[in-house]
């Protein structure tokens, strides 16, 4: 496990919440910021801020470097072969509907097929139910296994020669099912679909690596992994990007305007219309840089001892059901489960009465919760700042859930 | 560990109604029906009222939620049920400013409403105890117009 050291970099974590010390087990949600991204924030704000790509003066080139800089640690942190390849985006759903808006439009028509999972998260689902009532394209569900993993076999069989576009996530948000991106791309590619990869829970919790993997694009956010809010990134592969239309119109992404014609910037500014996420983009770069200090293989290896040690210790607790992948090594840091008939609501209630953050609710994957037969669930979610207490803290908490609901039942 | 606190929210009586319903299920003929959603977590009540000469002749209510949500569309249905459209409308009125922990008027008898007070101390979970009010406020206006 990683030290507690760690917990010192984060100062929201050092607070009481009902008169107990704060257990924050919502990263998943989003994740708490250390103070490296906050002063990296505070610092471009005190002494750099401008607007870029256009002031002659010093505070113009400053604001420039910072913000392209934070793209070349981005095109490092994913392995990109180049930084036009990364386009700073407002988040995963800007990035997934950019590519469904743009690629998808050009390239699907009728009698086409995309190609999803029952396991995606909202965002990675309208986009495409939204595509497909656009051009008249079949939208496709690859099945489920009953551990909430996905077989080869499946994927095999529901990807067809009429199959354009296979969007799936790489860890699942509810299930922490982490999915054989690499396989899938293959087999996508094989009939000639592209691949577009959810990496909204990867970013955080492993590493990422765009040529390995042979996606074709990448959509993830920067305050899941430590960084602001507002800030995401879009890979997505030169040769497709290059052919592919803007969808924003606007200032910063033109090379020349006219009276009745524009002509747009190369990449990857011409996806990047007004005035960027400037200080967003610094704060992910700093939080790339607290990452990857610590090691992103440091930081899987965590939480999976983390999930691990959660799922035997919840398991000990009569009547509360866990889903998702039974084997702890095949899910990332969360663990989502009932108890018994107490809805998941009351169960986050009485937790936060006790000092700890979890989720309730359906986890923006609706489609899921069907599947799983169920309509919420409650999820605790791990980062490298939780530690072994936390979860002691957790099962005490639901132990008292458990009680009180038994007592007035 | 802060089981006052819980109390607070969870009075016996909501208990009461969460495990017993009342009014559950659903009027079959001529009767108005307003299905909503919570669309943050997912809860959802399908609601069933029979109105006669602006009278609320029965009310019934289904659907899934957590003990906030369900006991609260349980009283609900209780309350109105023989009431004046009028009389449910300001129920309504009351119970939102209740919610709000704006000062309400008192003149009324709540009955197992009053347990809900709580709730108000709690702002992530008016909207369960709102769901339902909501539903019925929704079916009663469209009778009117």
Not at chain 1, 10 to 31: C, K, M, R
Not at chain 1, 191 to 198: L, Q, R, S
Not at chain 1, 238 to 250: A, D, H, N, T
Request: glycine share 8%; hydrophobic share 40%.
């Amino acid at each position: 496990m990683l030290s507690k050291e760690i917990r010192s970099h984060f100062p929201i974590l050092n607070q009481e919440i009902n008169g107990y010390p704060l257990v924050y087990l919502d990263s998943g949600a989003t994740s708490q910021k250390p103070v490296q991204v906050i002063e990296a924030i505070k610092k471009y704000y005190e002494f750099e801020n401008s607007n870029v790509h256009r002031g002659v003066h010093t505070l113009g080139n400053r604001a420039t470097e910072s913000y392209e800089g934070a793209r070349e640690k981005v095109r490092k942190f994913i392995n990109a072969r180049s930084t036009q390849e990364v386009i700073f985006t407002r988040g995963t759903t800007t990035s997934l509907n950019t590519v469904a808006q743009s690629y998808g439009r050009a390239n699907v028509k009728e009698g086409d097929e995309i190609v999803i999972t029952h396991m995606e998260h909202h965002s990675n689902i309208i986009p495409w139910q939204q595509l497909a009532k656009e051009t008249g394209a079949t939208l496709k569900y690859i099945d489920l296994e009953e551990d909430g993993t996905l077989s080869l076999d499946q994927v095999r069989s529901t990807i067809t020669d009429k199959t354009k576009i296979v969007s799936i996530v790489y860890v699942s948000n509810v299930l922490g099912t982490m999915n054989p991106i690499k396989e899938i791309t293959q087999i996508a590619h094989e009939h000639g679909a592209i691949m577009v990869v959810d990496g909204a829970q990867a970013a955080p919790h492993l590493k990422l690596d765009v040529q390995n993997l042979d996606c074709d694009f990448l959509a993830f956010s920067g305050h899941k992994m430590c960084g602001p809010t507002g800030i995401g990134v879009l890979y997505g592969k030169k040769e497709l990007l290059e052919v592919m239309e803007p969808i924003e119109f606007g200032g910063e992404m033109i090379d020349f305007v006219g009276l009745y014609e524009s002509t747009w910037k190369e990449l990857p500014w011409k996806f990047e219309g007004g005035t960027p996420i400037i200080a967003g983009a610094i704060g992910l770069a700093a939080a790339i840089d607290f990452l990857e200090e610590i090691g992103l293989d440091e930081i899987e290896k965590h939480e999976h001892e983390l999930a691990a040690l959660a799922m035997e210790k919840m398991s000990t607790i009569e009547g509360l059901s866990i889903y998702g992948p039974v084997d702890p090594s095949k899910r990332a840091g969360i663990v989502t489960f009932n108890l018994n008939d107490v809805h998941p609501h009351d169960v986050a209630t009485v937790l936060d009465m006790n000092g700890i953050a979890v989720r309730a609710g359906h986890h923006c994957a609706q489609p899921l919760m069907k599947w799983l037969q169920c309509t919420a669930t409650a999820r605790a979610s791990f980062y490298l700042y939780n530690t072994e207490e936390d979860i002691d803290r957790l099962v005490a908490g639901l132990r008292t859930a458990k009680e009180y609901f038994n007592d007035v039942f | 560990m802060s089981s006052n606190n819980l109390d607070q929210l969870y009075r016996q009586v909501i208990m009461d109604h969460y495990k017993n319903p009342r009014n559950k299920g659903s009027i079959e003929d001529g009767a108005l029906t307003i299905d909503m959603n919570n669309p943050t977590c997912g809860d959802r009540i399908h609601l069933t009222l029979q109105v006669e000469d602006g009278v609320v002749q029965n009310a019934k209510f289904d659907g899934e939620g957590c003990s906030i949500s369900m006991s609260s569309a349980s009283m609900m249905t209780q309350a109105i049920k023989g009431k004046k459209v009028e009389e449910a409308l300001q129920l309504s009125t009351i119970f939102s400013d209740m919610m709000l922990g704006k000062e309400y008027d008192d003149s009324i008898d709540l009955g197992d409403i009053e347990a809900l007070n709580g709730v108000s101390k709690f702002p992530a979970r008016i909207k369960c105890a709102t769901l339902a009010w909501k539903a019925m406020e929704k079916g009663v206006s469209e009778e009117q117009k």
